[in-house]
């Protein structure tokens, strides 16, 4: 059974930092693409920071500089540190791993991240 367990979300000021977890069980994680998107009220799923097997990272442009994700593969986890946090990151973080051939694709039940004085 897949599971994906995400943590380390929760009320911080503008300005402020969080780090967000993801804890994988079930799958092969160091050959999985593990990615981090979010869903905001009134906006459409977002992806926010992605890490390949080999250790390659993306960033949306709207996180860029402030957001890095970064994976541990013995401990089946990746991170996702956030700094200098805005409102406008304030979202439903999701964790997701995927695999290429053949098409794997999995979600984790998400953390919200709130960014409010």
């Known amino acids: 059974q897949v599971q994906l367990v995400e943590s380390g979300g929760g009320l911080v000021q503008p300005g402020g930092s969080l780090k967000l977890s993801c804890v994988a069980s079930?799958?092969?994680?160091?050959?999985?693409?593990m990615n981090w998107y979010r869903k905001a009220p009134g906006k459409q799923r977002e992806l926010v920071a992605a890490i390949t097997m080999g250790g390659n990272t993306n960033y949306a442009d709207s996180v860029k500089g402030r957001f890095t994700i970064s994976r541990v593969n013995a401990e089946t986890t990746v991170y996702l540190q956030m700094n200098s946090l805005k409102r406008e990151d304030t979202a439903v973080y999701y964790c997701?791993?995927?695999?290429?051939?053949?098409?794997?694709?999995?979600w984790g039940q998400g953390t919200r991240v709130t960014v409010s004085s």
């Open positions: 997701n791993a995927k695999y290429s051939n053949p098409l794997r694709n999995y």
């Open positions: 079930g799958i092969s994680f160091s050959l999985y693409t």
